[in-house]
Nanobody, 117 residues
Framework: HVQLVESGGGSVQAGGSLRLSCAASGYTSRNYCMGWFRQAPGKEREGVATIDREGGTEYVDSVKGRFFISKDKSKIIMFLQMDRLKPEDTAMYYC????????????WGRGTQVTVS
């Protein structure tokens, strides 16, 4: 049974930093593509960053140069380092994983709230 648990959210002032973690269990993350998504109140969920099996990464334009996605393979944990945070980054952040590495993700965490003031 695959489980994803996010942590590291919180409230920060604009310009600050946060580091989100996603702990995976029930599979070996090396074999899965993973990603971070976010959803702000009244808005649709959007993809923030993804990382594939080989470590290749992609980012939505609005976070390029500020956010960095990575995986700790030995501990099956994915991270999202968020620097120079802006109020528009305020959202619930979710991690997701899928073995097919397509456009959709099968497994989702419950989310961690990020608030930037």
């Amino acid at each position: 049974h695959v489980q994803l648990v996010e942590s590291g959210g919180g409230s920060v002032q604009a310009g600050g930093s946060l580091r989100l973690s996603c702990a995976a269990s029930g599979y070996t993350s090396r074999n899965y593509c993973m990603g971070w998504f976010r959803q702000a109140p009244g808005k649709e969920r959007e993809g923030v960053a993804t990382i594939d099996r080989e470590g290749g990464t992609e980012y939505v334009d609005s976070v390029k140069g500020r956010f960095f996605i990575s995986k700790d393979k030995s501990k099956i944990i994915m991270f999202l380092q968020m620097d120079r945070l802006k109020p528009e980054d305020t959202a619930m952040y979710y991690c997701a994983a899928d073995a097919r590495c397509g456009l959709t993700y099968t497994y989702w965490g419950r989310g961690t709230q990020v608030t930037v003031s």
